[in-house]
Nanobody, 126 residues
Framework: QVQLVESGGGLVQAGGSLRLSCAASAPTFRLYTVGWFRQAPGKEREFVAGITWSGGNTGYGDSVKGRFAISRDNVKNTVFLQMNSLTPEDTAVYYC???????????????????WGQGTQVTVSS
């Protein structure tokens, strides 16, 4: 079992940047593949980015490629999502998710993840 806590959300102007953090409670966090998802009002939860347990592979949703970057610090049990060139379309609640499947490829669907955080709100103003 792992508990995930997101932080770093907030209000930012279009073109700005934010860095989200996902802190995990499990001492074996280095074995978890982690993904970031987002959900805007009235829309389905959308895959944003993910990183495998080894950190060797990453994946991104088409709408954020080239703007967002995911990384992890297994000493601090934390995964980061650096978000640059934000637009109002990035406004959503951002969720961190994890799975202990020792993936070699980042899974991009909600059903592939077993543990979820409570989410952090990101609002981008125009």
């Amino acid at each position: 079992q792992v508990q995930l806590v997101e932080s770093g959300g907030g209000l930012v102007q279009a073109g700005g940047s934010l860095r989200l953090s996902c802190a995990a409670s499990a001492p074996t966090f280095r074995l978890y593949t982690v993904g970031w998802f987002r959900q805007a009002p009235g829309k389905e939860r959308e895959f944003v980015a993910g990183i495998t347990w080894s950190g060797g592979n990453t994946g991104y949703g088409d709408s954020v490629k080239g703007r967002f970057a995911i990384s992890r610090d297994n000493v601090k049990n934390t995964v980061f999502l650096q978000m640059n060139s934000l637009t109002p379309e990035d406004t959503a609640v951002y969720y961190c998710a994890a799975t202990l499947k020792l993936n070699t490829v980042v899974p991009g669907s909600v059903g592939e993840y077993d543990y979820w955080g409570q989410g952090t709100q990101v609002t981008v103003s125009s």
